[in-house]
């Protein structure tokens, strides 16, 4: 932090003389925000530089060299570009989840108010077809490298297999209850389906159109994700809170892996690290080992993910079981 003080210091006196660029002028704002407490809200980025800074801080500990060289990297900004005006609601239930297929760059978002899949040209920003036929629109799932799109569907227990250059729906299996949670079996080509009214779980073959297992749940289920490496699901259970591991072929629960936050809701994988990361409604982002479900970590997040808000968190992937580091910075939207 220190050496980008001394840039914006430079930056401010030489713009008195030789440097008019509004752009400089900016940055030593931001800067000048991040690093005096009582200017943090002198402008919007001045808080997630802020963030940034102080997570290095805390990852790297007294490595300077190393931190210097991690704020020399370059980052990615997010700009908003537009908006996509879609249908109005019919009724209740607004959107859900929504995920993009790569290779057509097209978004599909579960309008669960109008029992459709709506579809979006990501790049030309335009509403592009209305699929029907998904009553109370819930899971939406893109698995990579695959011309298919996925879809459950609440209201008639069913999931729907979608092309998703034509937007048109090409296979639907009924698997009873009320189907939300999806995750993708890369090398099976299958899709578990988590049912929320009968705390089940059903693995479906898209291409023979049928269901090749059921399991039944300890608890209510929410995000699920499928762990490649080590040939798995994992669902998050409510309540007990617990994540449960999933069998790729049977659909049985094998192990249980309990979770000291209440809620666990979003759920997703460092495979690299093997590690799984667990985003509680009580606001306690979890850290567990995926080879046996231990707790390494967790921390507590300034908003629980089912309530309003924007939060960065930055976190270090590689967790030692005696250490815990992250940065957070959060603000309310209005």
């Known amino acids: 932090m220190a050496t980008w003080m001394a840039a914006a210091a430079s930056i401010r006196s030489s713009s008195s003389t030789a440097l008019k660029d509004p752009a400089l002028e900016r940055l030593a704002l931001i800067v000048h925000g991040a690093d005096v407490v009582a200017d943090r809200e002198i402008c919007p980025e001045a808080a997630g530089l802020y963030a940034i800074a102080r997570g290095f801080a805390l990852v790297q500990g007294e490595d300077d060299h190393r931190k210097v060289e991690l704020g020399c990297q370059r980052f990615v900004s ?46 030309r920003l335009e509403h592009l077809a209305t ?21 459950a569907a609440r209201g008639s227990g069913s999931v729907l297999f979608i092309d998703p250059a034509a937007c048109a729906v090409t296979g639907t299996v009924e698997v009873g209850g009320k189907p939300n949670g999806l995750a ?27 269901i090749v297992s059921t399991g039944s749940l300890p ?4 995000w699920t994700v499928h762990d490649l490496e080590r040939d798995q699901f994992l669902v998050n259970i409510r309540e007990p809170p617990m994540v449960a591991v999933v069998d790729s072929e049977t659909a049985a629960v094998i192990e249980t892996w309990p979770t000291s936050s209440a809620g666990p809701h979003g759920l997703d994988l460092d495979i690299c690290h093997g590690r799984a990361f667990v985003a509680c409604d009580a606001g306690q982002l979890i850290c567990l080992d995926l080879n046996d479900g231990s707790e390494l970590a967790g921390l507590k997040s300034p908003v629980s993910p089912t309530r309003s808000g924007a939060t960065l968190t930055l976190l270090r992937s590689t967790w030692p079981s005696a250490a815990r580091a992250s940065s957070r910075w959060s603000r309310r939207t209005r």
């Open 131 to 151: 699929i029907n036929g998904c009553a109370e629109a819930s899971g939406v799932l893109c698995p990579p490298s695959t011309d298919l799109v996925i879809a």
């Open 78 to 123: 997010l700009e908003l570009r537009g908006d996509v005006q879609l249908p109005r609601h019919l009724g209740p239930g607004g959107f859900d989840h929504g995920d993009i297929h790569a290779s057509t760059g097209r978004v599909f978002i579960a309008h669960t108010a109008n029992g459709t899949i709506e579809v979006v040209d990501g790049e």
């Open 219 to 222: 608890g209510r289920p929410r």
């Open 184 to 210: 993708w079996d890369a090398h099976r080509r299958r899709v578990l389906v988590a049912d929320v009214a009968g705390n089940s779980v059903s693995i479906v073959d898209p291409i023979g159109g049928r």
